[in-house]
T-cell receptor
Framework: QQQVKQSPQSLIVQKGGISIINCAYE??????FPWYQQFPGKGPALLIA?????SEKKEGRFTISFNKSAKQFSLHIMDSQPGDSATYFC?????????????FGQGTILTVHP | NAGVMQNPRHLVRRRGQEARLRCSPM?????VYWYRQLPEEGLKFMVY????????ESGMPKERFSAEFPKEGPSILRIQQVVRGDSAAYFC???????????FGDGTRLSIL
């Protein structure tokens, strides 16, 4: 029940295209859903995050779509660029004393071809 | 650099030795988290600490692993009697009270010979 399932494992997109990464969860107690970007040899960097009281959040070229009834959320990268090539992780956490504990998806390796 | 600082960046140990990983949180952050990343896998939560207090250690292996965050100084993740399976990247994150958002350091890559 604590799992977050992420797909696809890898994704290849042409420059200017839309990259879409999906995540699904089972635990309805999750109430915070961030996305992280990780480059080789670096730590994860927070991209964007959403809470279940909204269905969509946009920051620049990055958009999170959230479907509470389906227990799914996704990351859309518009106008994808070669510099977006990285590994992307979705995550989720529960409120209360466990609020700090993030449960991560398995990651998606995104390659954007020029 | 006001970010989360981890050292060393790379650590090589022989089986049976001890490994000590250090993490200095972002300025003003009082909450620290440790995660482990095995090759080509996602990050797995290990432990959540505040100053002088362990909040959640549900992801810590029962033996050989310990963590602390003293009143003064960095947080330390300690692995005793390391084995080959401990080879991984260990990431530290920090946050303000409330737990989110978490900001990550660049990790310590631990290799066991």
């Amino acid at each position: 029940q604590q799992q977050v399932k992420q797909s696809p494992q890898s994704l290849i997109v042409q420059k200017g295209g839309i990259s879409i990464i999906n995540c699904a969860y089972e635990n309805t107690a999750f109430d915070y859903f961030p996305w992280y970007q990780q480059f080789p040899g670096k730590g994860p960097a927070l991209l964007i995050a959403i809470r279940p009281d909204v269905s969509e959040k946009k920051e620049g070229r990055f958009t999170i779509s959230f479907n509470k009834s389906a227990k799914q959320f996704s990351l859309h990268i518009m106008d994808s660029q070669p510099g977006d090539s990285a590994t992307y992780f979705c995550a989720a956490s529960i409120g209360g004393t466990s609020y700090g504990k993030l449960t991560f998806g398995q990651g998606t390796i995104l390659t954007v071809h020029p | 650099n006001a970010g989360v600082m981890q050292n060393p960046r790379h650590l090589v140990r022989r089986r049976g030795q001890e490994a000590r990983l250090r993490c200095s949180p972002m300025k003003g952050h009082s909450h620290v988290y440790w995660y482990r990343q095995l090759p080509e896998e996602g990050l797995k939560f290990m432990v959540y600490l505040q100053k002088e207090n362990i909040i959640d250690e549900s992801g810590m292996p029962k033996e050989r692993f310990s963590a602390e965050f003293p009143k003064e100084g960095p947080s330390i993740l300690r692995i005793q009697q390391v084995v080959r399976g401990d080879s991984a990247a260990y990431f530290c994150a920090s946050s303000l009270p409330g737990g989110q958002p978490q900001h990550f350091g660049d990790g310590t890559r631990l290799s066991i010979l």
